[in-house]
């Protein structure tokens, strides 16, 4: 595809309008069904075997993590944020509608960029996309770190521990959002909330995960 108003155009096309299960405030262009989308994906790309769409579905640890933000917004009222890896942008729209003062949501898929504008757009807020891999360098500074739903390969989740250890000792604070993924070191995080949260059954063992937001001390 050849670029932002390609991967707008298909995002348009093959997802519909839907509130958010746990965030009802908040309406994304997601996915009805995983498999006709992944594989529509994977045409449009000329490529077999990519990961999942991420950007079209309401994952479990985002899905917690934006209630618990727009249920404290003391937590990120006039602070600045940066939620990574946003897929949806679902995390980084409610830090938004709970007064941060700005928030930058990363992707390195430009699908997820896209994807995330028109979700901004559809919501009525204004937010920062960035498709750089942030995990390349050391965390941009900022007030909060927020990670929806990223521990579940061992590599990668040791990447993010690492670039989340060190944005805490620049002084940001850490809220991660985590159904209970192999690879959540969670002897190293303090639980802060927990809920039931709806998924869909095709990407998830069950339609009910239970799922924690958790902040490194």
């Given amino acids: 595809m050849s670029g932002i108003a390609d991967h707008r155009a298909f995002i348009l096309a093959n997802t519909v309008q839907l509130a958010c299960p746990l965030v009802p405030e908040l309406t994304l262009h997601l996915a009805h069904e995983a498999v006709p989308i992944w594989h529509k994906t994977e045409e449009e790309l000329g490529q077999i075997g990519l990961a999942p769409p991420f950007w079209a579905f309401a994952w479990a640890g985002g899905q917690a993590l934006a209630r618990y933000i727009l249920d404290h917004p003391e937590w990120i009222l006039g602070k600045s944020v940066i939620d990574l890896a946003s897929g949806s942008g679902l995390v980084a729209l409610a830090a938004m ?11 390195i898929d430009p699908f997820a960029a896209s994807a995330m504008r028109l979700n901004a757009e559809l919501n009525g807020v204004a937010i920062k996309v960035t498709s750089e891999d942030l995990l390349q360098a050391p965390p941009p500074q900022a007030d909060f770190l927020l990670v929806g739903d990223l521990f579940y390969e061992k590599q990668l989740a040791q990447r993010v521990l690492g670039w989340l250890e060190q944005g805490r000792t620049q002084g940001a604070h850490i809220l991660v959002g985590d159904p209970g993924r192999s690879y959540f070191p969670k002897d190293r995080f303090e639980k802060r909330a927990e809920y039931m949260v709806p998924v869909t059954r095709e990407l998830e063992d069950s339609e009910i995960k239970r799922t924690a937001v958790w902040q490194l001390p």
């Fill in 97 to 107: 509608k709970a007064g941060a003062a700005s928030v930058l949501a990363a992707d």
